[in-house]
């Protein structure tokens, strides 16, 4: 009976939840490779033209299904995922720790960035696959396809954002509300890459997978540098939350 009840305490604990991030990551880093290999093969050829077509008006391909405003407003979502705008919201969140005297998860922010962006730089680089030119890009690219760099690092960002902010939350609706809205943030910016026919499909997927798995590591990171005592607990941890559950 001591065993049974060490392995369901085993169950619910963190090192569990690192368990499963691990293999999540391993996971990604599968898919990843799995579809960089049909890529490479000319396998996914099809189904790519075939999703992007599906998002032009039937007999005019330079024409994106939709009013003119549904345009403009995948322009505007896409700069979520821009360097510009993530730029901006690592810089102010960052600011944000290190006012707080939390500058190593300021530091675990910047990774999951600036990391993101240079493994994606490094990936387009040893990839080099042309962007569509089944339609007219509706947005102005400048680097090779694949992966989409805007899927890629926003999913990085806002996924560790979602994330950091989930661990200090002790109330679990907020935090499926804070990963849900990341997600959701890194599923609009991969599909306006689509809807501006600047990306093929398994571009984005590929920068999802990628993105999401350097979340996972930027959160190990995170859990490492708390296990060292280096940041802060997580606000539901007894050493900040005092007997009324408020701070001590």
Known sequence: MLGVNRFFSWLGSRELTVLLVVFALLGSVWVFAEIADEVTEGDTHDIDRSVLLMMRTAGDVSDPVGP?????????????????????????????LVLCQRRRLALVVLVASLGSLGVNTLLKDS????????????AAVYTASFPSGHSMVAAATYLTLGALLARAERRRRLKAFYL???LFITFIVGVSRLYLGV???TDVLAGWTAGAGWALLCW??????QRRGQIEPELDSPAVLGPDNTRS
Do not use: F, S
């Open 199 to 201: 990306h093929w499909p």
């Open 220 to 225: 190990l990171l995170a859990n490492w540098l």
């Open 180 to 182: 849900l809205a990341a």
């Open 68 to 96: 003119g405003w549904v345009e403009e407003m995948g322009r505007d979502i896409t700069a979520l995922g821009g360097n510009v705008v993530l730029t901006l919201v690592t810089l102010m969140v960052m600011g944000y």
């Open 127 to 138: 990839y080099q696959r042309d962007r569509p030119d089944l339609v007219p890009h509706g």
